[in-house]
């Protein structure tokens, strides 16, 4: 598509709507500028024919629609000679009237027939056809389409797109621009979270001074929530303090003083132990507080007897001709005698073996058992390694589309999940927030098994559940360590068991499926490339996108992501002829490119290629890009069996995937994976870190790069804390009761 840089504007009277989607704002119009025909596209989606638009934008050339005018920014005048208002209200503007009703209407009241209607609808009842209860409605949906035009209008003129004015007004209604001017802080959080700085410079121009209380409390937020994008739900309270004023330029006196006072209305949340106090975003602090009170509840229930749990193994094991392990036996019984059990381990310890035996004497009891992972992928292996359905978490608890709040579930307290047994894999990478949505989904008696790896990386998603869940000490875990035989043919398992003892995995060999090949840090990218472009696919037949992933511990140097999507992508995905491209701000999609979700969206419409619909698409869900639709601004992505559809702003949420980070690959597994640690920063060099990485492939693993890292990234047990509340809730909770119990 050629584009003129010279931006234009166009004024003219919309004859013809030719599509509009007002989920997305995008729409088509036909637009009749001074006798001149013009195709318009953009955010267009709630004009209408008759009214009046000036245009801001420029020419495009579409290769199958011709001349475009693409819109930027439009200001819209209602129509106001009778002619028009006729039109207008013809082509279905107002909902209830038609071309019928339209011309009575301005047969009677001419050019103010839209005045009439809006502010005096008792001279509706003039009209043959309209009673009371119709003016009425009129009058109130005339008010509610000016009501969100209005907000439109207004939230365009400080740099804000149709769409975000859609997400404003559907939480605010017609009250959302007046909000935002009264404290323009509200475009960072929900729906919009716009960056801090950006709108901190849109106060600064609105006269609200450097320690305005507004200022400050959305400052503090903005630290707080930052820190929950590195896994932190709370900040030790100084140090958020010193933060905060430090970022904001502000007294730390009045940080203080706004942070207290937030306390106090219940904005924040506060803890305190052994003279450490600790602030939280309310919503985190409220998650990790359920978290601790459901599962305290759980690990206190008790199910069968420790003895028919014996017996009820017994004969499973001599009717399927097996012996488990003590620790395999031990995690069974705790399974069937508990109402949690958390099962960790590494690879080839068998804990799907364990698994499979937990959900066979469950059913055989009788028991109603769901597996759900928190990602697409865990959830895909889950099930092949089962043989039984699994669902991603989200899934499960079903998204409720339909609300105006934060994400909201259809499955909560009010409408628990209908099962007796909950079994959790790669439950290392559930957040506190997910965490907390699923056991408000549980009935009481419904028992919980978790089960995941607590030496991979923690959560994207703020919080160290599974870890403070261990190290709380009160639900009953069991680790299993010992490698099974057939697992221990296998490099890529003993060096990632190596790893976690800090010994250093065996590079030297060539003739399994873990390779070592150095190589410096500025050859590294040309390297991966061959090998997966051309060497892997050769000798082993991999498909180079779907069979091979490219992994690294970080975006930036030489082996960072950025740098390597940017050569894959060339070598596998080379722009050619009948390939559509668009460019989104910094980044660029084609038709064929392997993309990543970086961010959850609940409103992404999917189908399955059974007919089956939903909507949301989740962080690190992994997919290609089938087809580029420059009409409607689209772009049709393919998830394994569904194709997604995202919108022109929707794409910002996509980020190319022929490499990416470690701590992206959590929950997956792929045929062959390469990790590249030509030059990997010092912050990065930890063991957990490696390993995860290491645990990703399931058949091959090839380390391109520098030995030495790899040395130093075994060496480095210095895990990347995070403060969060939950051990602590945890604990506290347990010393309370056991007060309590010991008063009485």
Known sequence: MNEQDEKIQIRGLVEDVVYQNRDTGYGVIEVNADGQPVTMVGDLAFVCVGEEVTAYGRYVTHPNFGVQFRCDACERTLPTTAAAILKYLSRGAVSGIGPAMAKRLVTAFGSETLEVMAHNPEKLLEIKGISEKKAKQIADDLSKMFGLRETIAEMTKIGLSTDDALQLYKIYGMDSADLVKDNPYLLCGFPLYRDY???????????????????????????????????????????????????????????????????????????????????????????????????????????????????????????????????????????????????????????????????????????????????????????????????????????????????????????????????????????????????????????????????????????????????????????????????????????????????????????????????????????????????????????????????????????????????????????????????????????????MMIRNAYDIPWVRDNGEQGAGMFNGDIGRIERIDRRKDQILVRFEDRIATYSYEQARLLDHAYAITVHKSQGSEFPAVILAVGDTPVRLRYRNLLYTAITRARELLIIVGNEQIVDMMVANDGRLGRFTGLSRFLTEESESDATENNDC
């Open 197 to 595: 700085v950006a709108v901190d410079s849109i106060a600064e121009e609105w006269g609200i001074g450097s320690e305005d209380p507004r200022r400050i409390r959305a400052g503090l937020v903005n630290t707080l929530r930052h820190n929950a994008e590195n896994g932190h739900t709370c900040l030790p309270t100084e140090r958020l303090i010193d933060n905060t004023s430090e970022f904001l330029k502000c007294s730390r006196d009045a940080v203080e003083i706004e942070l207290f006072a937030g306390v106090e209305e219940g904005f924040f949340g506060h803890d305190s132990n052994d003279g450490l106090e600790t602030t939280f975003l309310m919503d985190n602090y409220l998650a990790e507080k359920y978290i601790a009170e459901r599962i305290r509840f759980l690990a206190s229930s008790d199910y069968i007897s420790k003895a028919d749990a014996e017996q009820e193994i017994d004969r499973f094991e001599e009717k399927n001709d097996i012996r488990y392990e003590p620790l395999q036996r031990e995690a069974i019984i705790s399974a069937l005698t508990s109402g949690v059990v958390v099962l960790t381990g590494g690879p080839g310890t068998g804990k799907t073996t364990t698994v499979n035996a937990i959900l066979s004497l469950c059913e055989k009891q009788g028991n109603k058992v769901v597996l759900c992972a928190p990602t697409g992928r865990a959830a895909k292996r889950m099930s092949e390694l089962t043989g039984k359905d699994a669902k991603t978490i989200h899934r499960l608890l079903e998204v409720d589309y339909t609300s105006r709040d934060r994400l909201k579930f259809l499955h909560d307290e009010a409408n628990p999940l209908k099962y007796d047994v909950v079994i959790v894999d790669e439950m290392s990478m559930v957040d506190c927030q997910l965490f907390a949505s699923l056991l408000k989904a549980l009935r009481p008696w419904c028992r919980l098994i978790l089960v995941g790896d607590f030496n991979q990386l923690p959560s994207v998603g703020p919080g160290n559940v599974l870890k403070d869940i261990i190290s709380s000490g009160i639900v009953r875990t069991i680790e299993l360590e010992k490698i099974f035989r057939q697992a221990a043919q296998s490099l890529i398992i003993v060096n990632a068991h190596a790893v976690l003892k800090g010994e250093l995995p065996d590079l030297s060999k060539k003739d399994r499926d873990f390779f070592y090949l150095k190589c410096e840090k500025e050859d590294v990218p040309g390297m991966v490339t061959d090998l997966v472009s051309r060497r892997l696919p050769a000798r082993y037949h991999y498909d180079p996108v779907e069979d091979i992933q490219v992994i690294t511990p970080s975006k930036i140097g030489f082996s960072g992501s950025v740098t390597l999507n940017g050569e894959l992508r060339k070598k596998l995905n080379p722009p050619s002829e009948g390939k559509e491209e668009m460019r989104f701000g910094p980044s660029a999609f084609r038709d064929g490119d392997k993309v």
